[in-house]
């Protein structure tokens, strides 16, 4: 199943330093609290971290050693530092000393994370929240595409703190010029975006246009939703999380993201194989980032079911689909409740914004 994707994805480099899905609407779906245990997707660590930081056993998985490594050196950073040292080393404030933070903290890290960051210094002094493959082809919008359309003050404007009808009409007034809509759906486009985004190999089940499913759920961020509290469009459009922060890093969670980090395990291999090797006492929960619009159909089915194999009774799955339509499949409908109406209330909250549908199913 998932072991194919490697057989056509680089996994020597890091595609994502960050989770780009919403803790807030996760963590209310998958309900994490002492005693429940979680198979998570691991990617950046982020969504991990905030699941066992509300009492669940986690196991993150991943098939990119660099994913993992990536996780560990914030397992590090989360562990030995203070909340606003957390915060300079892995970048959203500036730091002139990372590279001395580092070497306090690599001595926690297992060898093969120790090798990766050891190999890449230039990452790790530019903070590696901005390591990422994905991160990068944020910065090249940021900073090349972004100046053609938007000033900086106009960019600014835009954050700053409005009612409903105000940030409807700034984004109909102006933000959402020709040369908006025109450049974001060239830069946006299935081309582009597997040339400096995301792997081409992503896109492989993907149908119809690309470019004008982000477009309709950016307008949405700007629009609809608060942008002043939205980490993930100021990001994208300023280059940071600050002063909106994923769940994981605001002040009010840290001791509780610090207490939770010996609740999570980290493997390296397939989901299914996680599932598999820890699934014994079955989990409680799936967070399974949009894992299965990479798979074909087929796929898709095996390994639900293999996942359903390890649920307990009422455990829910959670997943995201941004380009490719995905759920249960048919033939285990049988098996599993889908919960709509939560996941459409929590969707319209989701400040991760780029996914056009948010699945939660139960399994009965």
């Not at 090798?115 to 210094?121: L, Q, T, Y």
């Amino acid at each position: 199943m998932l072991e194919q994707i490697g057989d056509r994805v680089r996994f020597d480099l890091i595609h994502y330093a960050n989770c780009w899905e919403d803790a807030d609407i996760l963590c209310q779906a998958l309900k994490p609290a002492p005693g429940r245990r979680v198979l998570s997707i691991a990617s950046g660590g982020d969504n991990s971290f905030a699941l066992a930081a509300a009492g669940a056993e986690v196991v993150a998985a991943d098939l990119s050693a660099a994913q993992l490594a990536c996780v560990e050196l914030k397992r590090a950073a989360l562990r030995r530092l203070e909340h606003h040292a957390v915060l300079e080393f892995l970048g959203i404030h500036p730091s002139e000393n990372r590279a001395a933070v580092y070497a306090r903290l690599k001595a926690d890290l297992p060898g093969y994370a120790r090798d990766f960051w050891e190999a890449h210094p230039e990452l790790v002094a530019a903070g590696i929240i901005h390591a990422g493959k994905f991160e990068r082809y944020f910065r090249i919008f940021r900073t090349r595409v972004l100046p053609l359309i938007h000033t900086r003050k106009r960019v600014d404007l835009l954050f700053a703190e409005k009612d409903d009808s105000a940030r409807r009409d700034f984004y109909d007034s102006t933000w959402n010029s020709l040369r908006w809509r025109l450049l974001f759906r060239i830069f946006f486009s299935r081309f582009v975006m597997g040339r400096l985004g995301r792997e081409p190999e992503f896109f492989r089940y993907v149908k119809g246009s690309v470019a004008q499913r982000i477009m309709a759920r950016a307008e949405y961020a700007m629009a609809v939703l608060e942008t002043h509290r939205n980490p993930y469009l100021q990001y994208t459009l300023r280059g940071n999380f600050s002063p909106a922060l994923p769940q994981y890093l605001r002040p009010e969670f840290f001791e509780a993201v610090r207490g939770g980090l010996d609740r999570l395990t980290l493997f390296h291999g397939p989901v299914e194989e996680a599932a598999a090797k820890y699934g014994g006492a079955g989990f409680d929960g799936f967070n399974l980032s949009d894992i299965f619009e990479y798979l074909s159909p087929e796929a898709c089915r095996e390994l639900y079911a293999a996942l359903l194999g390890t649920a307990r009774s009422g455990a829910r799955l959670v997943y995201w689909n941004m380009l490719a339509p995905r759920s249960c499949p048919g033939e285990l409908l049988s098996r599993v409740r889908p919960l709509a109406e939560l996941a459409a209330r929590l969707h319209a909250l989701d400040m991760a914004f780029f996914y056009t549908t948010f699945v939660v199913e139960e399994a009965l």
